[in-house]
């Protein structure tokens, strides 16, 4: 029997591996065994719960107001044992998060084979996103199977030169994530306060974006909200400080704004569902808004996700207020242009991606 090794530490990999997760537990002929690095605590331990995974291991490496380098050097001291004792034949990692280059780092060193989940993403600013795509680069150099979710991201690979037999397109397990969530019947109370109104979903957490930038997108926000009285903002804020005293600054003293605390998963996705449109500096949002039918305003300087832009379903209106605020008045007032972008196709897949990673790893694994 072959073992894999899943190891991820962050909400937004947790949403997208833990489909693998459960998809490979069906599989008689695999081991599977999970290892957490709790890069994140609270909002990862939330997500385990959605999918029913409990963890093998579990390294603990948070703690208040880690730096990059706390997350690299604990990671790294801790995984070690972790690899040695399981002893996997392949160690499948997510995106571009440090546990996930960490993780691979460490299997480098020990010559384990690393399976890239949602690899090939690029903007090929290595500060933008920062660290991620300094991330996924790396990984990508010393990956044995990189599982990219579209034919751009299989592109950027191949024209970087890796094999392209070691090289699959699968589809984004992200949709694979929405297909567990997504209730019909599904009830909040903030979401009955935004019933008599167009209920827009803002996420903002981006560590390039603190600072003047994050100001800038929330006045812009503001802006539009003064002018617009029949929309309503639920932002589920993130747990960074800075992050929760620029939006008090910003956006506090307005009763259409409603600032809560992060949500759960199932939540979070049935939130989106329910949406008119959503602002975000995220990058996981701008593979599930297409799912749901959603436009979406990239608070971002660039993206590694061009698919949801050629499809017409995102625009990338960087940090700019002006930019911001002409670009959502414009989804408000222009009927025609909002439909045209809800009604654009998903470019990343068909909720089966967790089914074509787990098959292709035991076709390979025999």
């Known amino acids: 029997m072959k073992t894999i090794l899943l190891v991820f530490g962050t909400r937004p990999e947790a949403i997208k591996m833990c489909p693998i997760v459960n998809e490979l537990k069906t599989r008689k002929s695999i081991k599977t065994v999970v290892c957490v690095t709790g890069q994140h605590r609270q909002m990862l331990d ?63 060193y020990l010559q384990i084979p690393i399976g890239h989940v949602e690899a090939g993403l690029r903007t090929y600013n290595i500060y933008s996103p ?32 890796k094999d392209p037999e070691t090289i699959y397109i699968t589809g984004n397990t992200a949709i694979d994530a929405l297909n567990t969530t997504i209730r019909d019947d599904y009830e909040n109370e903030y979401l009955d306060w935004a019933s008599d109104s167009k209920l827009i979903m803002i996420t903002a957490h981006r560590r390039e974006n603190l ?40 956006l506090s003293g307005c009763d259409r ?30 593979e599930e808004a297409p799912s749901l039918g959603k436009p979406v305003l990239v608070m971002r300087d660039s993206t590694e996700r061009p698919e949801g832009i050629a499809a017409g379903i995102i625009r990338l209106v960087g940090t700019e207020e002006e930019t911001i605020y002409q670009n959502f008045s414009e989804l408000l007032n222009n009927k025609a242009v909002y439909e045209k ?11 089966t991606a967790s089914k074509k990673i787990v098959s292709i790893l035991e076709e390979k694994l025999k």
């Open 46 to 108: 939330q997500v385990l719960k959605t999918f029913k995974v409990v963890p093998d291991y579990d390294l603990s490496v948070m703690k208040e107001k880690q730096t990059l380098f706390d997350i690299t050097v604990n990671i790294l001291g801790r995984i070690k044992v972790v690899l040695e004792v399981v002893k996997p034949d392949v160690v499948l990692v997510h995106g571009d998060t440090s546990t996930a280059f960490v993780t691979a780092l460490a299997c480098y």
């Open 130 to 161: 920062y660290p991620e795509e300094f991330n996924r680069q790396a990984i990508s150099i010393i990956s044995s199977y990189n599982f990219v979710p579209t034919q751009i991201s299989s592109d950027n690979l191949l024209k970087e030169g």
């Open 211 to 250: 600072g003047e930038p994050m100001h800038h997108m929330f006045r812009a926000i503001r802006r539009v909200m003064e002018e617009h009285p029949d929309i309503k903002i639920i932002y589920p804020i993130h747990m960074n400080p800075v992050v929760r005293l620029e939006a008090d600054k910003e």
């Open 257 to 286: 704004i409603k600032i809560i605390e992060p949500l759960e998963v199932l939540d979070f996705h049935n939130f989106l569902s329910k949406s008119y449109l959503i602002l975000t500096d995220s990058g996981g949002i701008q």
């Open 341 to 351: 972008m809800s009604h654009a196709s998903n470019p990343y897949g068909d909720g």
